[in-house]
Nanobody, 129 residues
Framework: QLQLVESGGELVQPGGSLRLSCAAS????????IGWFRQAPGKEREGVSC????????NYADSVKGRFTISRDNPKNTVYLQMSSLKPEDTGIYYC??????????????????????WGQGTQVTVSS
């Protein structure tokens, strides 16, 4: 059974850092694009970052560029989101999700949430002093 489990969310002060993890089980990430999304209270879920299968490309929302870094460790079947210089507006529930591709070099897409057919349960990130 395909499963994604996020971890690493917690309360952090503005300017701080966190690393989120997304562990996959029941399938191999080798043929899947992975995306990170977040949802703040009262707001729609939005794409934060995604990474292609070949690791040749990653995309970021403008609001996190230069502060967040996505990476994948295929042997460990895990994806990470390193977050630094955190701001209160980064607060929300962070989800990882995947979709399968046939072209391994395909650039990842994080703006079409319907492409992502498997989601984790989310991990809470709160940025506050």
């Amino acid at each position: 059974q395909l499963q994604l489990v996020e971890s690493g969310g917690e309360l952090v002060q503005p300017g701080g850092s966190l690393r989120l993890s997304c562990a996959a089980s029941g399938f191999s990430l080798d043929y899947y694009v992975i995306g990170w999304f977040r949802q703040a209270p009262g707001k729609e879920r939005e794409g934060v970052s995604c990474i292609s299968v070949s690791d040749s490309s990653a995309n970021y929302a403008d609001s996190v560029k230069g502060r967040f870094t996505i990476s994948r460790d295929n042997p460990k079947n895990t994806v990470y989101l390193q977050m630094s210089s955190l701001k209160p507006e980064d607060t929300g529930i962070y989800y990882c999700a995947v979709y399968r591709v046939s072209l391994l070099e395909a650039e990842c897409v994080m703006t079409i949430l319907d492409w992502y057919n498997s989601w984790g349960q989310g991990t809470q990130v709160t940025v506050s002093s």
